[in-house]
């Protein structure tokens, strides 16, 4: 009888491939950050723009974050994304809890028809609705506020 292998198991060389393979994802996915990382934490004496860039700092440094936040309102920036992720969170629990009881537990007439607007609506990329969308934030007057720019997806 012949040894028979199930589907999942490997052969040592088929490992070894599989592991380069993922380490060379690895490097093209995290390299980028870690080249950012290394580049935001250099001084101003060295050059970012160099024929031959090095990776290392060799002078790190913190100050640029600090200068960034001197610059850029970005704890503010922080602070609405923070916001708006929060009541898109807590106002998609509420509706969708409401609309899940209503279209799973009442009868009533034309739910069918309403369960099938919903699903139909899911179907639709942002792209579609954006302009509507736009128009309704500026007739209502919010268009250049916090309340305006937060656009909760389903």
């Given amino acids: 009888m012949s040894a028979r292998r199930s589907f999942g198991s490997l052969t040592p060389l088929g490992l070894v491939a599989?592991?380069?393979?993922?380490?060379?994802?690895?490097?093209?996915t995290i390299?980028?950050?870690?080249?950012?990382?290394?580049?935001?934490l250099k001084s101003k004496a060295e050059d970012v723009y160099a024929a031959t860039p090095s990776f290392v700092p060799q002078h790190p440094t913190f100050a640029n974050y600090a200068e960034v936040a001197r610059t850029i309102?970005?704890?503010q920036f922080a602070?609405?994304?923070?916001?708006?992720?929060?009541?898109?969170?807590?106002?998609?629990?509420?509706?969708a809890t409401?609309?899940?009881?209503?279209?799973?537990?009442?009868?009533?007439?034309?739910?069918?028809?309403?369960f099938g607007l919903f699903l139909s609506t899911l179907v639709l990329p942002g792209?579609?609705?954006?302009?509507?969308?736009?128009?309704?934030?500026?007739?209502?007057?919010?268009?250049?506020?916090l309340l305006g720019g937060s656009r909760c997806r389903r």
């Fill in 127 to 145: 792209e579609v609705t954006i302009i509507s969308q736009f128009q309704t934030v500026v007739n209502l007057g919010v268009g250049n506020t």
């Fill in 79 to 95: 602070t609405n994304s923070l916001i708006v992720a929060a009541l898109c969170v807590v106002g998609n629990l509420i509706g």
């Fill in 98 to 114: 409401i609309a899940g009881f209503a279209l799973a537990r009442l009868k009533f007439r034309g739910r069918r028809l309403v």
């Fill in 73 to 75: 309102p970005v704890w």
């Fill in 31 to 40: 390299g980028p950050l870690l080249w950012e990382l290394a580049t935001s």
């Fill in 18 to 28: 599989r592991y380069v393979t993922l380490l060379g994802v690895l490097a093209i």
